[in-house]
């Protein structure tokens, strides 16, 4: 069982339309976790970090996390054909430590 | 002003040989990394240098040898390529303590071996 699973994929919605990501991973230690975005062919970007348990909202992404039951998501409002991209999870048991990413869910926004 | 740049963005090349790629970050980033992205999207850690010190060596053949000249550069050299050796192969940095939040990517190689 690999530390962190995510659904491959490809999710395809409509424009408008509410996105959910999720990840859950076996490792009770880790405590940071990230979202990265890919487009094609680039390299992964960023898009959210939390720490611990909760939610954080940044813009039309919002990004939440479940220690109890070790599964985190992230949600897309108001999805755009812009936001199709491979969406990747990652998370690390201390915030200088290396990041363990999930498989990427490839995600399609029709317009 | 590309903060973490890799060369060559394309490698195809034949079994048996050896390559090198190179890479570069202007983020004033003190610890720099090397992934490994396979063809199913899966983006996994191989190494990690700190101020040109080795401090993550995953479960790597000894055919990949990664060298450090200095805390801006990273460069990755693999010796007898095989052909599952063909992926995408990341650069990354970060600061050394704030590796969650503020760890950059280049580009990608993207590696082909024939």
């Known amino acids: 069982q690999k530390e962190v699973e995510q659904d491959p994929g490809p999710l395809s919605v409509p424009e408008g339309a509410i996105v959910s990501l999720n990840c859950t991973y076996s490792?009770?230690?880790?405590?940071?976790f990230m979202w990265y975005r890919q487009y094609s062919r680039k390299g992964p970007e960023l898009l959210m970090y939390t720490y611990s348990s909760g939610n954080k909202e940044d813009g039309r992404f919002t990004a939440q996390v479940d220690k109890s039951s070790k599964y985190i998501s992230l949600f897309i409002r108001d999805s755009q054909p812009s936001d199709s991209a491979t969406y990747l999870c990652a998370m690390s048991g201390s915030v200088g430590d290396k990041l363990v990413f999930g498989a990427g869910t490839i995600l399609r926004v029709k317009s | 002003d590309t903060a973490v740049s890799q060369t060559p963005k394309y490698l195809v090349t034949q079994m048996g040989n050896d390559k090198s790629i190179k890479c570069e970050q202007n983020?004033?980033?003190?610890?720099m990394y090397w992934y490994k992205q396979d063809s199913k999207k899966f983006l996994k850690i191989m190494f990690s240098y700190n101020n040109k010190e080795l401090i993550i060596n995953e479960t790597v053949p000894n055919r990949f040898s990664p060298k450090s000249p200095d805390k801006a550069h990273l460069n990755l050299h693999i010796n007898s390529l095989e052909l599952g050796d063909s992926a995408v192969y990341f650069c990354?940095?970060?600061?050394?303590?704030?590796?969650?939040?503020?760890?950059?990517f280049g580009p990608g190689t993207r590696l082909t071996v024939l």
């Open positions: 490792n009770s230690a880790f405590q940071y």
């Open positions: 990354a940095s970060s600061k050394r303590d704030r590796a969650a939040d503020t760890q950059y």
């Open positions: 983020l004033g980033h003190d610890t």
